[in-house]
């Protein structure tokens, strides 16, 4: 092969081309070692250890997203292949960079008050009812509140809540869903189900108000809905 053909040839796969090959070429030498290298440090990077519930997850985002092309029907070139693991790494990032949907923008409240996952606090009835009663809503909760607190919902003032549910934590949003500036309309958050790397969530809309859960285990959303319903009561 000429030099331009080995030099593709080791950008395609520089394990591909013999130590013959490359013999009085030291720019070509040095450029397979460099290939190598980097081809080396991309499988080191791709050995990712398989995270738990990675089937549910699958599966989860297969019913979200409608069905795309098969793209990866071919192997991929290196130089691809390596502006594919950075797109990766860029995207298992937590969401900053502005929310656009309702589940995006919970997961990402999740993630910048990381701490109130790990409160311990247990809040009685009489601290969580004013909050409640601020949003039109009387809750009488037969599970640990951990976490209680309003904040900034996407512009909206909200409840952001912890519950301990069968001793795992579990995020609650009570978004008031009035037609307020900077809230998300509800033909933006479907489907009611959302998911990242690491969290499950749904939203509900319940009256003017609109629920969102997060947990880390898809199991505690189910147990979570079913307990709100019989504690929360909306004033219309």
């Known amino acids: 092969m000429d030099k331009l053909s080995l030099r593709r040839a080791l950008y395609e796969d520089p394990r591909s081309v013999s130590a013959e090959e490359l013999l009085d070429q030291p720019q070509l030498q040095q450029l397979q070692q ?20 990675l089937v549910e997850r699958v599966l989860l985002n297969q019913r979200m997203l409608p069905m795309q092309k098969r793209w990866y029907q071919r192997p ?10 950075v797109s990766v790494l860029y995207w298992q990032q937590p969401l900053q960079n502005g929310p656009t949907d309702l589940g995006q923008h919970a997961l990402s409240h ?3 008050e990381m701490a109130a996952l790990r409160a311990e606090a247990l809040l009685s009835q009489a601290d969580i009812s004013p909050m409640f009663s601020q949003l039109g809503i009387h809750a009488e909760f037969p599970v640990p ?4 607190r309003f904040c900034d919902f996407d512009g909206v003032r909200s409840l952001h809540l912890v519950l301990d549910i069968d001793g795992a934590a579990v995020t609650l949003f009570v978004v008031p869903g009035s037609a307020q500036p900077g809230l998300i309309t509800p033909e933006q958050i479907e489907p009611a189900q959302f998911a990242d790397a690491r969290f499950f969530g749904q939203a509900v809309t319940k009256l003017q108000h609109r ?14 809905s ?11």
Do not use: C, G
């Not at 081809?39 to 990712?48: K, P, T, V, Y």
């Not at 509140?145 to 209680?148: E, G, K, L, S």
């Open 226 to 236: 079913a307990m709100l319903e019989k504690s929360l009561r909306f004033n219309i």
């Open 211 to 224: 629920l969102v859960l997060v947990a880390e285990q898809p199991q505690l959303l189910a147990a979570t």
């Open 110 to 112: 999740v993630y910048h």
């Open 34 to 53: 460099e290939l190598q290298a980097l081809d080396d440090n991309l499988r080191q990077q791709l050995a990712i250890e398989v995270p738990p519930q």
């Open 145 to 148: 509140v951990r976490y209680a």
């Open 76 to 85: 991929l070139p290196y130089a691809t292949a390596a502006a594919l693991l």
